[in-house]
Protein backbone atom coordinates (compact mmCIF):
# COMPACT_ATOMS: atom_id res chain seq x y z
CA UNK A 1 0.00 0.00 0.00
CA UNK A 2 1.78 3.13 -0.95
CA UNK A 3 0.61 6.24 1.21
CA UNK A 4 1.08 9.62 0.09
CA UNK A 5 4.30 11.19 1.43
CA UNK A 6 3.44 14.13 2.92
CA UNK A 7 4.29 12.83 6.59
CA UNK A 8 7.53 11.28 7.92
CA UNK A 9 6.42 8.71 10.96
CA UNK A 10 3.29 7.64 9.40
CA UNK A 11 0.22 9.84 10.90
CA UNK A 12 -0.73 12.97 8.90
CA UNK A 13 -1.44 15.17 12.41
CA UNK A 14 2.12 15.15 14.48
CA UNK A 15 3.37 18.29 15.32
CA UNK A 16 6.57 17.21 13.97
CA UNK A 17 5.21 16.98 10.46
CA UNK A 18 3.78 19.87 10.73
CA UNK A 19 6.07 22.06 11.35
CA UNK A 20 8.18 20.35 8.79
CA UNK A 21 5.86 19.89 6.33
CA UNK A 22 6.18 22.97 4.36
CA UNK A 23 9.53 23.25 3.92
CA UNK A 24 9.84 20.61 1.09
CA UNK A 25 6.54 20.18 0.33
CA UNK A 26 6.56 23.54 -2.04
CA UNK A 27 10.38 22.66 -2.84
CA UNK A 28 11.38 21.44 -6.42
CA UNK A 29 15.38 21.06 -4.84
CA UNK A 30 16.58 18.91 -2.53
CA UNK A 31 16.66 20.07 1.05
CA UNK A 32 19.12 20.09 3.26
CA UNK A 33 19.65 20.66 7.20
CA UNK A 34 15.53 19.36 7.48
CA UNK A 35 14.72 18.76 10.83
CA UNK A 36 13.64 14.98 8.74
CA UNK A 37 17.38 14.81 8.72
CA UNK A 38 18.37 16.37 11.89
CA UNK A 39 16.12 13.81 13.82
CA UNK A 40 16.61 10.57 11.26
CA UNK A 41 20.61 11.00 11.96
CA UNK A 42 19.47 10.38 16.19
CA UNK A 43 17.38 7.78 15.17
CA UNK A 44 21.07 6.31 13.32
CA UNK A 45 22.62 6.58 16.57
CA UNK A 46 20.56 4.18 18.84
CA UNK A 47 21.02 0.87 20.44
CA UNK A 48 24.71 2.44 20.30
CA UNK A 49 27.58 4.12 22.50
CA UNK A 50 28.33 7.88 22.38
CA UNK A 51 31.66 8.67 23.89
CA UNK A 52 33.12 11.87 25.62
CA UNK A 53 36.99 11.76 23.88
CA UNK A 54 39.31 14.81 24.83
CA UNK A 55 41.95 14.13 21.57
CA UNK A 56 42.21 12.59 18.46
CA UNK A 57 43.74 9.18 19.83
CA UNK A 58 40.95 8.84 22.13
CA UNK A 59 38.15 9.42 19.36
CA UNK A 60 39.99 6.49 17.20
CA UNK A 61 39.98 4.37 20.25
CA UNK A 62 36.16 4.49 20.59
CA UNK A 63 35.41 4.64 17.00
CA UNK A 64 37.67 1.09 17.30
CA UNK A 65 35.73 0.25 19.55
CA UNK A 66 32.57 0.64 18.09
CA UNK A 67 30.96 3.94 19.27
CA UNK A 68 28.48 5.48 17.04
CA UNK A 69 29.19 8.58 17.96
CA UNK A 70 31.87 10.86 19.98
CA UNK A 71 31.67 13.79 22.18
CA UNK A 72 34.77 16.01 21.70
CA UNK A 73 35.36 18.29 24.93
CA UNK A 74 38.26 19.41 26.08
CA UNK A 75 38.03 18.04 29.48
CA UNK A 76 35.51 15.29 30.70
CA UNK A 77 32.58 15.95 33.06
CA UNK A 78 34.94 14.21 36.11
CA UNK A 79 37.47 16.85 35.37
CA UNK A 80 35.18 20.04 34.68
CA UNK A 81 34.27 18.98 38.03
CA UNK A 82 37.21 18.83 40.03
CA UNK A 83 38.61 22.14 38.40
CA UNK A 84 35.75 24.06 39.05
CA UNK A 85 35.50 27.62 37.17
CA UNK A 86 33.69 28.37 34.10
CA UNK A 87 33.47 25.40 31.64
CA UNK A 88 32.76 26.53 27.85
CA UNK A 89 33.02 25.30 24.33
CA UNK A 90 35.66 23.48 23.85
CA UNK A 91 38.86 25.17 21.42
CA UNK A 92 38.21 25.19 17.45
CA UNK A 93 41.25 23.25 16.83
CA UNK A 94 40.90 20.47 19.12
CA UNK A 95 37.24 19.89 17.63
CA UNK A 96 38.33 20.06 14.31
CA UNK A 97 41.46 17.17 15.12
CA UNK A 98 38.80 14.96 16.05
CA UNK A 99 36.24 15.91 13.07
CA UNK A 100 39.81 14.88 10.86
CA UNK A 101 40.84 11.73 13.24
CA UNK A 102 37.28 9.81 13.05
CA UNK A 103 34.87 8.75 10.10
CA UNK A 104 31.54 8.45 12.41
CA UNK A 105 29.70 11.84 13.80
CA UNK A 106 31.01 13.82 15.97
CA UNK A 107 29.40 16.06 18.58
CA UNK A 108 30.37 18.90 20.45
CA UNK A 109 29.27 21.07 23.56
CA UNK A 110 27.84 24.78 23.58
CA UNK A 111 26.70 25.89 27.10
CA UNK A 112 22.95 26.80 27.89
CA UNK A 113 21.77 29.62 25.81
CA UNK A 114 24.93 30.20 24.04
CA UNK A 115 23.72 30.25 20.22
CA UNK A 116 26.66 31.91 19.56
CA UNK A 117 29.55 28.92 20.85
CA UNK A 118 26.50 26.46 18.19
CA UNK A 119 26.97 28.69 15.66
CA UNK A 120 30.94 28.11 15.54
CA UNK A 121 30.11 24.56 16.19
CA UNK A 122 28.15 24.49 13.04
CA UNK A 123 30.63 26.65 11.05
CA UNK A 124 33.19 23.96 12.00
CA UNK A 125 31.16 20.82 10.65
CA UNK A 126 30.08 19.23 13.71
CA UNK A 127 27.86 16.79 13.61
CA UNK A 128 25.82 17.69 16.65
CA UNK A 129 25.50 19.77 19.31
CA UNK A 130 25.07 18.98 22.79
CA UNK A 131 23.60 21.65 24.90
CA UNK A 132 24.74 21.13 27.90
CA UNK A 133 24.50 21.56 31.52
CA UNK A 134 27.89 19.81 31.80
CA UNK A 135 28.91 23.33 30.66
CA UNK A 136 27.98 27.00 32.89
CA UNK A 137 24.88 28.35 31.89
CA UNK A 138 25.17 31.28 29.50
CA UNK A 139 21.98 32.40 30.11
CA UNK A 140 19.63 31.90 33.05
CA UNK A 141 16.39 32.32 31.16
CA UNK A 142 16.67 30.86 27.61
CA UNK A 143 17.79 27.86 25.60
CA UNK A 144 19.11 28.15 22.45
CA UNK A 145 16.20 28.49 19.61
CA UNK A 146 17.13 25.62 17.89
CA UNK A 147 15.22 25.20 14.89
CA UNK A 148 17.33 28.15 13.58
CA UNK A 149 20.14 25.81 12.68
CA UNK A 150 20.97 23.25 10.58
CA UNK A 151 23.12 21.11 12.93
CA UNK A 152 20.97 18.68 14.90
CA UNK A 153 20.69 19.33 18.66
CA UNK A 154 20.57 16.69 21.52
CA UNK A 155 19.54 18.52 25.27
CA UNK A 156 19.04 16.77 28.58
CA UNK A 157 16.32 16.41 30.61
CA UNK A 158 15.50 15.21 33.96
CA UNK A 159 11.52 14.83 33.24
CA UNK A 160 8.81 14.53 30.17
CA UNK A 161 8.13 18.44 30.78
CA UNK A 162 11.47 19.48 30.26
CA UNK A 163 12.48 16.65 27.51
CA UNK A 164 9.32 18.33 25.54
CA UNK A 165 10.33 21.40 26.33
CA UNK A 166 13.31 21.23 24.42
CA UNK A 167 11.60 19.17 21.47
CA UNK A 168 9.59 22.31 20.90
CA UNK A 169 12.95 24.59 20.81
CA UNK A 170 13.77 22.28 18.15
CA UNK A 171 15.92 19.64 19.84
CA UNK A 172 16.19 16.39 17.54
CA UNK A 173 17.22 13.96 20.33
CA UNK A 174 16.89 13.83 23.79
CA UNK A 175 18.88 12.67 26.96
CA UNK A 176 18.35 11.81 30.55
CA UNK A 177 21.01 14.83 32.56
CA UNK A 178 21.80 12.05 35.13
CA UNK A 179 24.67 13.27 37.23
CA UNK A 180 27.45 13.84 34.80
CA UNK A 181 31.16 13.43 36.30
CA UNK A 182 29.70 11.06 39.04
CA UNK A 183 30.29 7.41 37.72
CA UNK A 184 27.04 7.14 39.96
CA UNK A 185 24.27 5.84 37.70
CA UNK A 186 21.51 6.49 39.87
CA UNK A 187 20.55 9.91 38.77
CA UNK A 188 20.18 8.64 35.29
CA UNK A 189 17.89 5.67 36.77
CA UNK A 190 15.96 8.22 38.06
CA UNK A 191 15.61 10.49 35.12
CA UNK A 192 15.15 7.91 32.66
CA UNK A 193 12.09 6.28 35.06
CA UNK A 194 10.57 10.22 35.22
CA UNK A 195 10.69 10.66 31.26
CA UNK A 196 9.35 6.97 30.92
CA UNK A 197 6.77 6.74 33.79
CA UNK A 198 5.49 10.28 32.87
CA UNK A 199 4.34 9.21 29.28
CA UNK A 200 3.34 6.19 30.95
CA UNK A 201 0.53 8.42 32.69
CA UNK A 202 0.04 10.48 30.08
CA UNK A 203 -1.49 7.90 28.32
CA UNK A 204 -3.66 6.75 29.96
CA UNK A 205 -5.53 10.25 30.97
CA UNK A 206 -8.89 10.79 29.24
CA UNK A 207 -8.03 13.62 26.72
CA UNK A 208 -9.88 16.41 28.87
CA UNK A 209 -7.04 16.26 31.43
CA UNK A 210 -4.27 16.86 29.12
CA UNK A 211 -4.09 20.67 28.87
CA UNK A 212 -3.95 20.43 32.45
CA UNK A 213 -1.53 18.29 32.56
CA UNK A 214 0.47 20.38 30.14
CA UNK A 215 0.15 23.34 31.90
CA UNK A 216 0.95 21.28 35.13
CA UNK A 217 4.23 20.05 33.34
CA UNK A 218 5.12 23.12 31.69
CA UNK A 219 5.13 21.40 28.03
CA UNK A 220 3.59 22.52 24.47
CA UNK A 221 0.01 21.26 24.65
CA UNK A 222 0.75 19.79 20.76
CA UNK A 223 3.36 17.78 22.03
CA UNK A 224 1.64 16.13 25.45
CA UNK A 225 -1.40 15.29 22.40
CA UNK A 226 1.02 13.42 20.98
CA UNK A 227 2.87 11.64 23.58
CA UNK A 228 -0.46 10.91 24.95
CA UNK A 229 -1.45 9.15 21.48
CA UNK A 230 1.62 7.60 20.15
CA UNK A 231 3.15 6.32 24.33
CA UNK A 232 6.55 7.68 23.35
CA UNK A 233 8.76 10.59 22.66
CA UNK A 234 8.81 12.17 19.01
CA UNK A 235 12.76 12.05 19.18
CA UNK A 236 15.13 9.05 20.09
CA UNK A 237 15.65 9.02 24.18
CA UNK A 238 19.20 8.43 24.96
CA UNK A 239 20.48 7.93 29.15
CA UNK A 240 23.33 9.98 30.49
CA UNK A 241 25.23 10.80 33.55
CA UNK A 242 26.72 8.30 35.13
CA UNK A 243 27.08 5.23 33.46
CA UNK A 244 30.72 3.50 33.92
CA UNK A 245 30.42 -0.17 33.20
CA UNK A 246 28.75 -2.46 30.85
CA UNK A 247 26.13 -3.45 33.32
CA UNK A 248 24.88 0.12 33.89
CA UNK A 249 24.47 0.71 29.96
CA UNK A 250 22.33 -2.21 29.63
CA UNK A 251 20.34 -1.57 32.75
CA UNK A 252 19.51 1.92 30.64
CA UNK A 253 18.75 0.02 27.81
CA UNK A 254 15.92 -2.48 29.76
CA UNK A 255 14.88 0.32 31.13
CA UNK A 256 14.04 1.74 27.73
CA UNK A 257 16.10 3.99 26.87
CA UNK A 258 17.28 4.00 22.97
CA UNK A 259 20.80 4.23 23.77
CA UNK A 260 24.08 5.50 25.92
CA UNK A 261 26.36 8.22 26.35
CA UNK A 262 29.25 7.73 28.41
CA UNK A 263 31.25 10.70 29.46
CA UNK A 264 34.03 10.37 32.09
CA UNK A 265 33.64 6.18 32.82
CA UNK A 266 36.00 5.29 29.85
CA UNK A 267 38.76 7.57 29.71
CA UNK A 268 38.77 7.52 33.45
CA UNK A 269 39.04 3.74 33.64
CA UNK A 270 42.18 1.54 33.92
CA UNK A 271 41.62 0.23 30.36
CA UNK A 272 39.59 2.53 28.30
CA UNK A 273 39.88 0.36 24.93
CA UNK A 274 38.54 -2.61 26.53
CA UNK A 275 36.14 -1.35 28.61
CA UNK A 276 34.49 0.58 25.88
CA UNK A 277 34.48 -2.31 23.59
CA UNK A 278 32.58 -3.95 26.90
CA UNK A 279 30.14 -1.41 27.06
CA UNK A 280 29.47 -1.60 23.23
CA UNK A 281 28.68 -5.43 23.18
CA UNK A 282 26.77 -4.69 26.57
CA UNK A 283 24.58 -1.94 24.85
CA UNK A 284 23.41 -4.25 21.79
CA UNK A 285 22.98 -7.43 23.73
CA UNK A 286 21.35 -5.63 27.02
CA UNK A 287 19.13 -8.22 27.10
CA UNK A 288 21.76 -11.11 26.84
CA UNK A 289 23.16 -11.14 30.59
CA UNK A 290 25.59 -14.33 29.32
CA UNK A 291 27.60 -11.89 26.81
CA UNK A 292 27.05 -8.74 29.55
CA UNK A 293 28.88 -11.36 31.59
CA UNK A 294 31.69 -12.23 29.47
CA UNK A 295 31.76 -8.52 28.72
CA UNK A 296 32.34 -7.06 32.23
CA UNK A 297 35.87 -9.74 33.29
CA UNK A 298 38.61 -8.27 33.70
CA UNK A 299 38.07 -4.61 32.70
CA UNK A 300 40.53 -3.41 35.51
CA UNK A 301 39.90 -0.43 37.40
CA UNK A 302 36.14 1.11 37.16
CA UNK A 303 36.20 5.01 37.50
CA UNK A 304 36.91 6.10 40.74
CA UNK A 305 32.98 7.96 41.13
CA UNK A 306 31.44 9.87 43.39
CA UNK A 307 28.19 9.11 45.29
CA UNK A 308 25.54 11.57 43.64
CA UNK A 309 23.99 11.67 47.56
CA UNK A 310 27.46 13.21 49.00
CA UNK A 311 26.90 16.09 46.26
CA UNK A 312 25.90 19.48 47.71
CA UNK A 313 22.80 21.17 45.98
CA UNK A 314 24.90 23.75 44.08
CA UNK A 315 27.66 20.78 42.95
CA UNK A 316 24.58 19.22 40.85
CA UNK A 317 24.71 19.96 37.05
CA UNK A 318 21.33 17.97 36.75
CA UNK A 319 19.81 21.77 38.24
CA UNK A 320 21.61 23.94 35.48
CA UNK A 321 18.58 24.59 32.67
CA UNK A 322 14.77 24.55 33.14
CA UNK B 1 2.13 -17.93 4.37
CA UNK B 2 3.59 -14.82 5.57
CA UNK B 3 7.37 -14.12 5.07
CA UNK B 4 9.57 -14.46 7.59
CA UNK B 5 11.95 -11.22 7.70
CA UNK B 6 14.60 -10.93 10.03
CA UNK B 7 16.27 -7.30 10.77
CA UNK B 8 19.89 -6.61 11.75
CA UNK B 9 19.19 -5.48 15.19
CA UNK B 10 22.95 -4.43 16.32
CA UNK B 11 22.82 -0.83 16.16
CA UNK B 12 20.83 1.57 14.20
CA UNK B 13 17.54 2.13 13.31
CA UNK B 14 15.74 -1.31 13.30
CA UNK B 15 13.11 -0.76 15.09
CA UNK B 16 11.64 1.48 12.11
CA UNK B 17 12.47 -1.60 9.77
CA UNK B 18 10.19 -3.76 11.80
CA UNK B 19 7.20 -2.30 12.51
CA UNK B 20 7.18 -1.34 8.89
CA UNK B 21 7.95 -5.08 7.71
CA UNK B 22 5.22 -6.67 10.67
CA UNK B 23 2.31 -3.67 8.87
CA UNK B 24 2.59 -5.18 5.74
CA UNK B 25 2.34 -8.64 7.17
CA UNK B 26 5.79 -9.93 7.47
CA UNK B 27 7.04 -12.10 10.80
CA UNK B 28 10.03 -10.02 11.74
CA UNK B 29 12.92 -11.50 13.77
CA UNK B 30 15.84 -9.07 15.42
CA UNK B 31 18.96 -10.50 14.66
CA UNK B 32 21.85 -10.11 17.04
CA UNK B 33 23.56 -13.29 16.86
CA UNK B 34 24.03 -16.33 13.62
CA UNK B 35 21.81 -18.70 14.64
CA UNK B 36 18.65 -16.19 14.48
CA UNK B 37 19.24 -15.96 10.94
CA UNK B 38 17.56 -19.59 10.38
CA UNK B 39 14.33 -20.09 8.90
CA UNK B 40 14.42 -16.75 7.33
CA UNK B 41 13.28 -15.56 3.72
CA UNK B 42 15.28 -12.20 4.13
CA UNK B 43 17.35 -9.73 5.98
CA UNK B 44 17.29 -6.21 6.32
CA UNK B 45 20.67 -4.04 7.47
CA UNK B 46 19.14 -1.04 8.87
CA UNK B 47 21.11 2.69 8.68
CA UNK B 48 23.29 2.82 11.84
CA UNK B 49 27.24 3.96 11.99
CA UNK B 50 28.71 1.04 9.98
CA UNK B 51 31.94 0.94 11.91
CA UNK B 52 30.17 0.03 14.54
CA UNK B 53 27.76 -2.39 12.71
CA UNK B 54 30.26 -4.43 11.22
CA UNK B 55 32.74 -4.30 14.82
CA UNK B 56 29.75 -6.32 16.80
CA UNK B 57 29.03 -8.35 13.54
CA UNK B 58 32.88 -9.66 13.49
CA UNK B 59 32.75 -10.44 17.36
CA UNK B 60 30.09 -13.06 16.46
CA UNK B 61 30.93 -14.59 12.92
CA UNK B 62 27.85 -12.79 11.54
CA UNK B 63 29.72 -11.58 7.98
CA UNK B 64 29.92 -15.57 7.51
CA UNK B 65 26.88 -16.98 8.80
CA UNK B 66 25.39 -14.28 6.09
CA UNK B 67 26.95 -15.00 3.23
CA UNK B 68 25.79 -18.63 3.81
CA UNK B 69 22.44 -17.32 4.41
CA UNK B 70 22.89 -15.95 0.59
CA UNK B 71 24.13 -19.09 -0.80
CA UNK B 72 21.40 -20.75 0.78
CA UNK B 73 18.45 -18.51 -0.82
CA UNK B 74 18.07 -15.80 1.67
CA UNK B 75 17.03 -11.78 0.40
CA UNK B 76 19.43 -9.09 1.77
CA UNK B 77 18.37 -5.38 1.92
CA UNK B 78 20.89 -2.77 3.29
CA UNK B 79 19.90 0.82 3.80
CA UNK B 80 22.51 3.32 4.10
CA UNK B 81 24.98 1.70 6.41
CA UNK B 82 23.56 -1.11 5.66
CA UNK B 83 24.67 -0.51 1.66
CA UNK B 84 28.31 0.03 2.75
CA UNK B 85 28.72 -3.49 5.11
CA UNK B 86 27.30 -4.90 1.84
CA UNK B 87 29.60 -3.86 -0.49
CA UNK B 88 32.73 -6.12 -1.86
CA UNK B 89 34.73 -2.81 -1.52
CA UNK B 90 34.49 0.57 -0.19
CA UNK B 91 37.06 3.54 -1.22
CA UNK B 92 37.87 4.49 2.59
CA UNK B 93 40.25 1.88 4.61
CA UNK B 94 38.15 1.21 7.54
CA UNK B 95 35.39 -0.53 8.48
CA UNK B 96 36.15 -3.90 6.29
CA UNK B 97 32.54 -4.42 4.73
CA UNK B 98 30.72 -7.92 4.62
CA UNK B 99 31.36 -8.29 0.90
CA UNK B 100 28.23 -9.71 0.26
CA UNK B 101 27.15 -7.93 -3.20
CA UNK B 102 29.66 -6.76 -5.99
CA UNK B 103 29.75 -3.07 -5.78
CA UNK B 104 32.33 -0.32 -4.23
CA UNK B 105 31.01 2.04 -2.46
CA UNK B 106 32.35 5.29 -1.19
CA UNK B 107 31.00 6.37 2.45
CA UNK B 108 29.67 9.82 3.88
CA UNK B 109 29.78 10.52 0.08
CA UNK B 110 27.82 13.76 0.09
CA UNK B 111 29.80 15.87 3.21
CA UNK B 112 28.61 15.49 7.26
CA UNK B 113 25.71 15.81 8.58
CA UNK B 114 25.11 19.70 7.40
CA UNK B 115 25.27 18.62 3.78
CA UNK B 116 22.33 15.69 4.81
CA UNK B 117 19.40 16.10 2.67
CA UNK B 118 15.54 14.79 1.37
CA UNK B 119 14.57 14.54 -1.98
CA UNK B 120 12.55 13.18 -4.69
CA UNK B 121 13.44 9.62 -6.58
CA UNK B 122 12.51 7.74 -8.93
CA UNK B 123 13.29 3.70 -8.40
CA UNK B 124 13.01 1.37 -11.00
CA UNK B 125 10.22 -1.71 -10.15
CA UNK B 126 8.31 0.87 -7.62
CA UNK B 127 5.03 1.91 -9.37
CA UNK B 128 3.06 4.95 -8.89
CA UNK B 129 5.78 7.76 -8.76
CA UNK B 130 8.70 9.12 -6.62
CA UNK B 131 9.70 8.32 -3.19
CA UNK B 132 10.75 10.70 -1.10
CA UNK B 133 13.90 9.45 0.14
CA UNK B 134 15.83 11.15 3.10
CA UNK B 135 19.72 11.07 2.59
CA UNK B 136 21.70 10.87 6.17
CA UNK B 137 25.75 11.03 6.16
CA UNK B 138 24.80 8.96 2.83
CA UNK B 139 27.21 6.81 1.15
CA UNK B 140 26.79 6.07 -2.87
CA UNK B 141 27.92 3.80 -5.39
CA UNK B 142 30.85 4.20 -7.14
CA UNK B 143 31.33 0.82 -9.34
CA UNK B 144 29.23 -2.04 -9.77
CA UNK B 145 29.64 -5.30 -11.13
CA UNK B 146 27.85 -6.48 -14.48
CA UNK B 147 25.17 -8.70 -12.82
CA UNK B 148 24.50 -5.56 -10.67
CA UNK B 149 21.56 -3.24 -11.83
CA UNK B 150 21.16 0.90 -10.69
CA UNK B 151 17.67 1.20 -9.65
CA UNK B 152 18.08 4.75 -8.71
CA UNK B 153 20.09 7.25 -9.40
CA UNK B 154 19.54 10.88 -7.99
CA UNK B 155 19.12 13.96 -10.66
CA UNK B 156 23.13 14.43 -11.42
CA UNK B 157 23.21 11.24 -12.37
CA UNK B 158 24.74 9.36 -8.90
CA UNK B 159 23.63 6.11 -8.17
CA UNK B 160 22.07 5.74 -5.03
CA UNK B 161 20.10 2.40 -4.97
CA UNK B 162 20.95 -0.91 -6.87
CA UNK B 163 19.94 -4.59 -6.92
CA UNK B 164 21.89 -8.02 -7.63
CA UNK B 165 18.86 -11.03 -7.36
CA UNK B 166 17.84 -11.16 -4.37
CA UNK B 167 20.35 -8.65 -2.90
CA UNK B 168 18.98 -4.69 -2.94
CA UNK B 169 21.13 -1.61 -1.40
CA UNK B 170 19.98 1.68 -0.74
CA UNK B 171 21.95 4.77 0.60
CA UNK B 172 18.87 6.24 2.03
CA UNK B 173 16.16 5.31 4.54
CA UNK B 174 12.29 4.43 3.01
CA UNK B 175 12.15 3.33 7.10
CA UNK B 176 12.19 7.11 8.06
CA UNK B 177 9.11 7.86 5.66
CA UNK B 178 5.42 6.23 5.85
CA UNK B 179 5.80 5.30 2.16
CA UNK B 180 6.10 1.79 2.39
CA UNK B 181 6.75 1.00 -1.23
CA UNK B 182 10.27 -0.14 -0.64
CA UNK B 183 9.89 -2.89 1.69
CA UNK B 184 6.87 -3.96 -0.54
CA UNK B 185 9.66 -4.50 -3.07
CA UNK B 186 11.87 -6.01 -0.74
CA UNK B 187 9.08 -8.19 0.35
CA UNK B 188 8.49 -9.60 -3.28
CA UNK B 189 12.39 -10.52 -4.15
CA UNK B 190 12.60 -12.21 -0.35
CA UNK B 191 9.32 -14.05 -1.78
CA UNK B 192 11.69 -14.77 -4.84
CA UNK B 193 9.42 -12.28 -7.06
CA UNK B 194 11.65 -10.79 -9.23
CA UNK B 195 9.48 -9.65 -11.85
CA UNK B 196 9.40 -6.48 -11.46
CA UNK B 197 12.55 -5.16 -11.15
Not at chain 1, 104 to 125: C, D, N, T, W, Y
Not at chain 2, 99 to 115: E, P, Y
Amino acid sequence: MATSPTTTNGTATSYIDRIREPRWLNSEEAEVGSYAVKSGLAQMLKGGVIMDVVTADQAKIAEDAGAVAVMALERVPADIRADGGVARMSDPNMIEDILKATTIPVMAKSRIGHFVEAQVLQALGVDFCDESEVLTPADHEFHSNKWAFKMPFVCGCTNLGEALRRIGEGAAMIRTKGEAGTGDVVEAVTHARAVLGEIRRLQQLPEMELMTAAKNMGAPYDLVLEVHRTGKLPVVNFAAGGIATPADAALMMQIGVDGVFVGSGIFKSGNPAQRADAIVQATTHFDNPDIIANVSRNLGEAMVGISSRELTESERLAKRGW
Amino acid sequence: MPLNIGVLALQGDFQEHRAMLESLGAIVTEVRLPHQLEGLDGLVIPGGESTAIVKLANRWGIPDALRRFIDNGGAVWGTCAGMIVMARELTEPEPEPFGLMDITVSRNWFGRQVDSFETELSVKGVPGGPIHAVFIRAPSVREQGEDVQCIARLEDGTPVAVRSGKLMATAFHPELTPDTRIHELFLRLSAGDLSSV
